[in-house]
């Protein structure tokens, strides 16, 4: 579950600093997590929502997505299954083009012929490995970064103005990490970020879109689903281990977030 909270970033070529994936997904599930490095989507099918630092955003077919760096981030599916390319930059090989991404925002959709274009070029490389595809990938990454500072740098009074609420929300997240599967209540996760229930609920909704709860039951559902996965326990014993108290209970929030009941997981 290491994927809900900062995420460490490894390369397969150590002279191609970058992740790409193409991802096909149909699965409606949040995974909240941030890092330093810059991140970009580009949607080729399905419609999905991304939530980022207290903003969400409806993507489609040809829309660009940026998560800036450090941001509190997902993509959830709204519609369907959704095909989509993620290109992860790294920080110091931004730094290393004098594109300084830990001091911009940008904006965080458009729809940009230029910038689809530099995705389907990477896309391209990336798949037919050609010689000197990795030159010519860096180059479409410069070119990309190019246009986004370019056009679509923000103002950061926005992040500023939120950072403390955001710095807390990574927090909390850490805390409830670590305990979703014992008894954890609003109250003591809001002593431990150090600020009042009422001000840290508010604050979690609107950086995540969710409720506290909501977040817990999420991890305990997909807790819960590993468990059954590995066929050590009964159903009843992975609801007391994931921390649901109440079987109905459990097999509610079971459904809702992993999408089918417990005992019909394989």
């Keep these: 579950m290491e994927q809900n909270f900062y995420e460490h970033h490894t390369y397969k070529e150590h002279d191609l600093p970058i992740i790409f994936n193409q991802l096909e997904t149909k699965y409606k599930r949040f995974y909240f997590h941030w890092h330093e490095n810059l991140e970009i989507l580009y949607f080729m099918s399905g419609q999905a929502r991304v939530v980022s630092n207290a903003k969400e955003i409806t ?83 410069v070119k990309l970064l190019l246009h986004l500072f370019r056009n679509y740098q923000q103002k950061n009074d926005h992040i500023v103005k939120n950072s403390t609420k955001i ?61 059954i996965k590995d066929k050590k326990y009964t159903i009843g014993e992975v609801a007391l281990q994931s921390g649901f108290e109440s079987f109905s209970y459990f097999t509610k929030n079971f459904k809702k977030y992993i999408g089918l009941l417990p005992s019909k997981v394989d």
């Design 167 to 227: 710095d807390m929300v990574k927090e909390s997240m850490k805390y409830i990490k670590m305990h979703f599967s014992e008894h954890i209540s609003l109250d003591l996760i809001a002593d431990h970020v150090g600020f009042s229930k009422y001000y840290f609920c508010r604050a979690f909704k609107d950086v995540t879109g969710y409720t506290v709860n909501s977040y817990i039951n999420f991890l305990r559902a997909n807790y819960a689903y590993d468990l």
């Design 59 to 141: 993507v489609g077919v040809s829309d660009i997505a940026v998560i800036n760096s450090n941001s509190i981030h997902d993509v959830q599916v709204t519609d369907g299954s959704v095909k989509y390319c993620c290109l992860i930059i790294d920080k110091e090989f931004c730094d290393s083009f004098g594109f300084p991404i830990e001091e911009v925002t940008f904006q965080q959709k458009m729809s940009d012929p230029v910038l689809v274009g530099c995705f389907e070029k990477i896309k391209l490389e990336m798949e037919q490995k050609k010689p000197y595809y990795k030159e010519a990938v860096k180059l479409e990454i």
